[in-house]
C-alpha cells in the first residue's frame, strides 16, 4: 500500500471533517455519484489501490468551495503528519498559507507594472 494512495484519500476524508459533512455528501455536492468515496470503493476486488481521478477531486473541491491550494496544504501535512486530526488548525494552516501567497501575487503583480 502506497503512503501517496493512503494520503489521497485521507485527505478527502479529511475535507468532510472540516466540512462536518460525510464523504458521500462531498461527492452529492461535487456532482459525482454518492457511493464515489466509500472505503469499499478504495481497492479494486483484487485488492488493487483505486486512485481516484484529478477530475473527482476538482470536481469534490467545487463541491465545497475548496481550491486546489487547500487540497494541496491537507495533502502535504497529512503526508507528513498522518496523525494530524484537526480541522480548525487545519483550516487556520490553510488559510495562513493562501493570505502569504496572496502577498506575494500582490507584489509580483506591482513588481510587473512597474517595469
Not at 471533517?17 to 468515496?37: E, H, M, Q, V, W
Not at 469499499?40 to 489501490?49: A, I, L, M, V
Request: glycine share 4%; charged share 20%.
Amino acid at each position: 500500500m502506497s503512503a501517496y494512495f493512503e494520503t489521497m484519500w485521507s485527505s478527502i476524508d479529511f475535507i468532510a471533517k472540516i466540512k462536518k459533512s460525510s464523504c458521500s455528501r462531498l461527492a452529492i455536492n461535487g456532482r459525482l455519484d454518492p457511493t464515489t468515496f466509500n472505503k469499499s470503493k478504495r481497492y479494486t476486488k483484487y485488492g488493487q489501490e483505486h486512485w481516484l481521478s484529478f477530475g473527482s477531486i476538482v470536481s469534490t473541491l467545487h463541491g465545497t468551495n475548496m481550491t486546489m491550494v487547500d487540497f494541496a496544504v491537507i495533502y502535504q501535512i497529512l503526508h507528513m503528519f498522518p496523525r494530524f486530526s484537526e480541522p480548525e488548525q487545519m483550516q487556520e494552516i490553510i488559510n495562513d498559507i493562501k493570505n502569504r501567497l496572496q502577498s506575494h501575487m500582490d507584489t509580483i503583480s506591482q513588481h510587473s507594472q512597474a517595469t
